[in-house]
């Protein structure tokens, strides 16, 4: 979940994000990277802030991790697993992590 495309830390995340997707591409533990801009629309704000609970304007990057299969049958309410707060490591530093472990 990003807060727009001029969003320095959030183009950050992306790039690194694609990054992680194609170096776990073949490992067996391949990933689907999605990005979703809260700052585009009213739709998307109205989504990001009601549905997944991202507070305001000006936030941090979030990268949520979301089980494998089918995502009608998760609970409406689950918004996914906030995999680090981007407010205490910067994303290029947690995604080098989450590469090294998976």
């Known amino acids: 979940f990003m807060d727009g ?4 830390p959030c183009r950050s995340a992306k790039t690194n994000a694609l990054r ?10 391949d ?17 990001c802030t009601q549905d997944v609970g991202i507070e305001g304007h000006g936030y ?6 979301y089980s494998a299969g089918d995502k009608e ?11 680090y ?8 530093a947690a995604l080098r992590m989450i590469e090294s472990i998976v």
């Open 20 to 29: 992680l997707s194609a170096g776990l591409m073949g490992t067996g533990a």
């Open 85 to 92: 707060n981007a407010n205490e490591v910067p994303p290029h």
């Open 73 to 83: 049958s998760l609970s409406v309410d689950f918004a996914g697993e906030l995999l």
């Open 31 to 47: 990933a689907t990277v999605s990005f979703l801009n809260c700052g585009r629309d009213t739709t998307l704000r109205s989504f």
């Open 5 to 8: 495309e001029t969003c320095g």
């Open 60 to 65: 941090a990057p979030q990268v949520r991790g």
